[in-house]
RNA sequence: GCCGGGGUAGCUCAGUGGUAGAGCACUGCUCUGAAAAAGCAGUGGUCGAAGGUCCGAUUCCUUUCCCCGGCA
């Protein structure tokens, strides 16, 4: 495949110090930052999800923010459509499809919005740098990996999900076997897309192809994990303080029900619960902060097996000018 | 001091005359349009202590220590 030029990628556990650390690089390089982050997307959803402030973008654009309602459902294969796009407008090359029709998504504006799209087509010519937690977010990208066609027909979903695992399972054993042979055959959420495609598109599910399309530099932030439950915790209570509870209260008052909510777990779920009375106050934090941690390991799983992923702790000057130099020697190369 | 209830995995607790389990925590893992989601697996206990009965006690008996209620 065509070398798609270069790109950079900042990835770590939540609360690492990925957004410090992007706008400073980019800043540095002369780049421009592509969230990569599942819950970011959405509207509104500001202090729960950690999401920059306009102030601290430094006049670096940011892209994929605010790019959905959180009544609807985002996905990887949007993800990956609109970050192709942006990454294509950083670089100020041509875009394959949709050229003339501007991307609405990237439009909106709050204290918190991302820089219009037609800004930096003036600009150009500059470095991408993907940055964020959601590691299928990332791989979707610079892996390029081909995500089927069908799209997620929810009243079909929402049959199939009064099957049991069991039968569900034995369906796709029917329809595709292949399939069959290499899925979690406990978990819900894979056997129903997995039968939704088949069911669908009447064909089985194609196995999974990749194509790198870009010269990645992976940069992954690795903190002690004692260190990292410390972060969290102090983040956490911060964000209790600057109104994370009222953000959620806004968003439940807008009309997003509470249990669309819980959907997106962590502070949406456990204030949500919260707020409906599930929990009180001191077992909402405790339970977040133990929900936080876990959550951060299951991301170091996802990024661990991953070994083009250079390990950093920029911590210091030193260390930070050590991460400038690699990035430049990508750069050069 | 007396009367109850209890001491079993890091925590909360279940259980049995044949050397023990659950949930949570902890550890490892999976990931094909929900990925902060959804799943999987594993480690872990001289069953408070000492005696006794018994082929065999964590389980029954005695003593003892500790905790929690009530009465004084």
């Not at 919005?113 to 299928?136: A, D, E, M, R, Y």
């Amino acid at each position: 495949m065509e070398n798609q030029g270069k790109i950079i990628v900042i990835l770590g556990p939540t609360s690492s110090g990925k957004t410090d650390l992007s706008i400073k690089l980019a800043k540095k390089l002369d780049g421009e930052i592509i969230s990569a982050d599942s819950r970011q997307v959405y509207k509104g959803m500001n202090i729960g999800t950690g999401k920059v402030t306009k102030k601290e973008m430094a006049g670096i654009p940011h892209y994929l923010l605010d790019v959905a309602n959180p009544k609807t459902r985002f996905s990887v294969a949007q993800y990956q459509k609109l970050a192709l796009r942006a990454i294509k407008n950083i670089q100020n090359l041509p875009a394959q499809a949709g050229k003339n029709s501007p991307p609405t998504n990237f439009e909106s504006q709050n204290k918190f919005g991302s820089k219009k799209i037609s800004n930096s087509k003036l600009v150009g010519g500059k470095i991408p740098f993907l940055v964020g937690g959601t590691g299928f977010y990332i791989q979707s990208v610079a892996d390029g990996i081909v995500i089927p066609e069908v799209k997620p027909d929810w009243r079909l979903r929402k049959k199939l999900e009064k099957l049991t695992t069991e039968q569900m399972f034995k369906k796709l054993k029917e329809l595709d076997p292949k399939r069959a042979k290499s899925i979690d055959k406990h978990n819900p959420r894979r056997l129903i897309r997995a039968l939704e495609i088949v069911l669908k598109s009447k064909r089985p599910v194609g196995s999974l192809s990749h194509s790198e399309r870009f010269k990645t530099l992976f940069l992954g932030i690795k903190k002690d994990q004692k260190e990292l439950n410390g972060l969290i915790k102090k983040r956490l209570l911060k964000r209790l303080d600057e109104g994370m509870i009222n953000e959620v209260k806004r968003l439940h008052k807008s009309g997003i029900s509470f249990k669309r909510l819980e959907e997106f777990g962590l502070e949406y779920r456990y204030v949500a619960q919260y707020l409906q009375g599930k929990l009180n106050y001191n077992e909402m934090v405790t339970k977040l902060e133990k929900e936080i941690e876990h959550y951060a390991k299951r991301q170091m799983t996802w990024f661990k097996r991953d070994k083009r992923i250079h390990w950093i702790n920029p911590h210091t000057k030193k260390k930070l000018n050590e991460v400038v130099k690699l990035c430049k020697n990508f750069l050069i190369e």
